[in-house]
């Protein structure tokens, strides 16, 4: 009878603590996704070199967007790039996709200074592609919100500039 009462008590334990820790998990964030909410449905890249490698591999550009959480500047692009259907396709279909929170050691992509948010094009031969430009005279490769047009266009001149160049 000892035994049996023991057997019970160790089993009500057993159900009560993964109970709790089910609990606990639940309360945790989910975990951060490597798109860190530029867009879901978009294969990331995790690394630099990772992303010139893959371009490299399928003939397609590199996109790189450097950015950083606390930054209003980056959550409002972050916003709008993430809603619009258009950016969101051809980031999923045409592009090697990269977003970054600190610096990479290539200062080809901080021609002109290290800001954010800062979006910069490397075509397949590996090139960083420093004529493809927002609006800015002083951050050349900032884009705001309202930039979006701009953005698409210059996506699309990724594209165009290594198809006349392969």
Known sequence: ???HSALGLCLLLVTVS???AIAIKKEKRPPQTLSRGWGDDITWVQTYEEGLFYA???K?????IHHLQDCQ????????FAQNEEIQEMAQNKFIMLNLMHETTDKNLSPDGQYVP?????????TVRADITGRYSNRLYTYEPRDVPLLIEN??????LIQSEL
């Open 1 to 3: 009878m000892m035994l």
């Open 18 to 20: 993964s109970n709790l």
């Open 56 to 58: 490299q591999k399928s």
């Open 60 to 64: 397609k550009p590199l996109m790189v």
């Open 73 to 80: 500047y980056s959550q409002a692009l972050k916003k709008v």
């Open 118 to 126: 800062r979006i910069m094009f490397v075509d397949p031969s590996l």
């Open 155 to 160: 996506m699309k001149k990724a594209l165009r």
